[in-house]
């Protein structure tokens, strides 16, 4: 674990045909090389793993988008009580100890 790092690139082997580590910044711009037998890009979108592949010429996944046309906002409620609080909140509303959040 390194803590307060960034991963900038996923390192190709010379042969182009595997990872050979990654390199970080590690502030005040400067950066350092990790050498690894395996790499896995858990940064979340992917980005790095696609990066290598451009920097290998390497084939991207092919990609299948599903929109979705939904969109939500919570918000945190006060109420205040004037008798105890229903057993059962409304939908949509979530009790956590004395406020509610509200997913609309
Ligand atoms: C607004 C919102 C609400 C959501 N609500 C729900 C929900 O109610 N239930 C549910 O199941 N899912 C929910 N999701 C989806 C869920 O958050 C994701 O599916 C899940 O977090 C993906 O996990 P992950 O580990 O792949 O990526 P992430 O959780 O995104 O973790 C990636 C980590 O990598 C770090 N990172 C990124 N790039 C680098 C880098 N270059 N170097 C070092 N570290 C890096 C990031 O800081 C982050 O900590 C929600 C997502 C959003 C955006």
Redesign the pocket.
């Known amino acids: 674990m390194r803590p307060q790092c960034?991963?900038?690139e996923i390192v190709p082997a010379e042969t182009h045909d595997a990872a050979q580590g990654v390199r970080i910044d590690i502030g005040s711009g400067r950066s350092e090389k990790i050498a690894a037998d395996l790499v896995v890009d858990?940064?979340?979108r992917g980005a790095?793993t696609l990066a290598l592949l451009d920097a290998v010429d390497g084939q991207r996944p092919e990609v299948t988008e599903v929109g979705v046309d939904i969109s939500y906002v919570s918000a945190v409620v006060e109420i205040p009580w004037i008798q105890t609080p229903p057993a059962v909140p409304a939908p949509g509303m979530q009790l956590i100890a004395d406020f509610w959040i509200s997913v609309l």
């Open positions: 960034r991963v900038t858990t940064s979340g790095l």
